[in-house]
């Protein structure tokens, strides 16, 4: 079986930062694209950034300039580095990846049970 679970998560106020963390374990033979999802409440869980195994990123443009995302392939882990933080980036963050179990099988979704980050005015 694979896990993903995600730390780093907290309250801070506005304009500071905080660096997520995700790591996958178990059952995997290759990660494909790992990335980030926000959820806050009311709202539909949305895009923050991605990467893909060769470093390629995205991100969502109300991020762009202020999060970085990074990844240890060794690790099976990926980062999110948020600064500059503002009351409406506060959600529960998600890890997502796209891995597969064995050499022969398919792509499968994988997502974190998620990590509150709360941004005061």
């Known amino acids: 079986q694979v896990q993903v679970v995600e730390s780093g998560g907290g309250l801070v106020q506005a304009g500071g930062s905080l660096r997520l963390s995700c790591a996958a374990s178990?059952?995997?033979?290759?990660?494909?694209?790992m990335g980030w999802y926000r959820q806050a409440p009311g709202k539909q869980r949305e895009l923050v950034a991605t990467?893909?195994?060769?470093?390629?990123?995205g991100y969502a443009d109300s991020v762009k300039g202020r999060f970085t995302i990074s990844r240890d392939n060794a690790k099976n882990t990926v980062y999110l580095q948020m600064n500059s933080l503002k009351p409406e980036d506060t959600a529960v963050y998600y890890c997502?990846?796209?891995?597969?179990?064995?050499?022969?099988?398919?792509?499968?979704?994988?997502w974190g049970q998620g990590t509150q980050v709360t941004v005061s005015s």
């Open positions: 997502h990846a796209d891995l597969k179990e064995t050499y022969w099988g398919r792509l499968i979704d994988y």
């Open positions: 178990g059952s995997i033979f290759d990660i494909n694209t």
């Open positions: 990467i893909t195994s060769g470093g390629s990123t």
